[in-house]
């Protein structure tokens, strides 16, 4: 929107010096028909080009935002397989463990 508003009022300041630099200028003239609609047209030309930039604009931003999520979802299944690998090697060394020490016993008793 301030993209709209902004492109706006420059091509209306614009059509203004423009015609300001005609030999010919005054303010009686310019609230006539065809001032009037110079001016329209530049508003629409501004109201155009404007919402033509905000609509790439917030597209840009909209394809941001999705790789912030995706980037965050990935970061989050990272953190969740890590957990997982470091339980999983939790119970392997148990398992080790326990294995190591039945063996100890197994051996001590004969």
Do not use: C, H, W
Not at 61 to 90: F, G, N, P, S
């Amino acid at each position: 929107m301030k993209n709209l508003t902004f492109v706006g009022i420059i091509l209306l300041a614009l059509a203004f010096l423009l015609y300001y630099m005609l030999p010919e200028f005054s303010m009686v003239k310019l609230f006539e028909p065809i001032s009037l609609m110079g001016i329209l047209a530049g508003i629409g030309i501004g109201l155009i080009l404007g919402g033509v930039v905000g609509y790439v604009s917030k597209g840009s931003a909209l394809k941001e935002e999705q790789k912030r999520r995706e980037y965050k979802q990935l970061i989050k299944e990272k953190e969740d397989l890590e957990r997982q690998a470091a339980e999983l090697a939790k119970q392997q060394q148990a398992n080790i463990t326990t294995t190591y020490t039945t063996q100890k016993e197994n051996t001590q008793n004969y």
